[in-house]
């Protein structure tokens, strides 16, 4: 133990000069050879370019329901958000002026037949009655001015009687000329006829049109659907043409959102998105594009689209707030990298620190299709080529040791 001390302390100042020297060299060697840095290698992958959009769930219509007709509230069997069918009652009216309108409609109608009736079953055989008795009038008058001529001829009779008996041919001639054209206006196609026909027709005509107005009073569903709005409550006076209810029909469901317009260029009909309402964010659906507005907002600088719904999705309510990832682009299998290695991507020459052959080299890069937090190297990289991740002032041509 004392040999020991002995030789440290006649030893010891040259160990800490070797070690000095050892720890020395070391740090020249570490800093010859450059900081370390981590690298990601330059991969391929398949890339999914897409647009993220907000909007609302939207039918593709929807129907507003009002009164066709004046008329105070008496009913609204149905609540905001309740699912009818077609048919079924939504609001009833009550309309006393209406009431009595249709009442004197319907008495019109049975006065105009009773006349019907009357001509054809009363004046009809009495005008006939005397029609035949002109015609005997006539048949008799007829006789005898065949009789007073003779008379006249043989001198029996003077110029006057004559002159009676043909006065009173004529009169017989015209009362059954009369005769026959009062029955032929009580006949079928006859002007008395078709007056008392018309009549009834008339009398039904303004009665249908007042019953119609009466079925106004109750207001149905025109279309199965969902009532998303109610603006009427019992007691209520409504005017005619005053949207009382608004319904959202059963069928097609559509997404519309509202999107960049820097990005309408990569927007095209028929491109598929994935969807999700706010509400229930894990539930994802499949949508596609089938309208793109033609105009610009103004003061947004946002476009319309509108997305088709593709399936069956029990959630959906309308107007709930939707999120949608619209795919514009795809490509498979192509040199990428993620997105935050790459410096001044945004600007007009992006560029990368490369680790080659144990040095620091900015790299300039062609960029293409951007996919979330990757985007396609077109030029500038090799697959496997070492990217430096997080460079810290690195100089051109440094010295790196790359640490994977």
Known sequence: MNAVWIWLRQHGGQLLMGLLALLLGAALLRWWMGPQVQTEAVSRRDLLQTVVASGRVETPHRVGIGAQIIGTVSRVPVAEG????????????????????????????????????????????VVQQTLRQAQASLEVALASGQRSLALFEQGFIGQAALDESHKALALADAQALAAKQQVASTLAGGAEHSLAVGAVAEAQANAEVLSAK???????????????????????????????????????????????????????????????????????????????????????????????????????????????????????????????????????????????????????????????????????????????????????????????
């Not at 209406?98 to 009357?118: C, N, P, S």
């Not at 559509?254 to 491109?271: P, T, Y």
């Not at 190297?377 to 090799?382: A, C, I, M, S």
């Open 214 to 404: 009466a079925r106004y009073a109750v207001i149905m569903a025109p279309l199965s659907g969902q009532l998303i709005g109610r603006n009427v409550e019992v007691g209520d006076v409504v005017q005619a043409g005053k949207v009382l209810m608004t319904l959202s029909p059963d069928g097609a469901t559509q997404l519309v959102v509202q999107i960049d317009e820097k990005n309408l260029r990569l927007v095209a009909l028929g491109q598929q998105a994935l969807a999700s309402a706010d509400a229930y964010p894990q539930q994802k659906f499949k949508a596609q594009v089938v309208y793109i507005n033609p105009g610009v907002n103004a003061q947004t600088g946002a476009v319309e689209i509108k997305l088709d719904v593709q399936e069956l999705v029990e959630t959906l309510r309308q107007d709930m707030t939707v999120s949608v990832d619209l795919v514009v682009a795809r490509k498979a299998q192509v040199l990428a990298l993620p997105v935050a290695l790459i410096n001044d991507i945004n600007g007009p020459a992006p560029w990368v620190w490369l680790c080659d052959a144990g040095r620091a080299v900015r790299r300039p890069l062609s960029l293409g299709l951007r996919g979330g937090a990757w985007v396609e190297v077109q030029d500038g990289l090799r697959e496997g080529d070492a990217v430096i991740v997080l460079p810290n002032a690195l100089r051109q041509g440094q010295r790196v040791r790359a640490s994977r």
């Open 82 to 125: 309740q699912v009818v069918k077609r048919g079924d009652v939504l609001v009833e009216l009550a309309s006393i002026e209406l009431q009595y309108a249709k009442r004197q409609a319907e008495l019109a109608v049975v006065q105009a037949q009773g006349r019907l009736r009357q001509l054809n079953d009363l004046q009809g055989p």
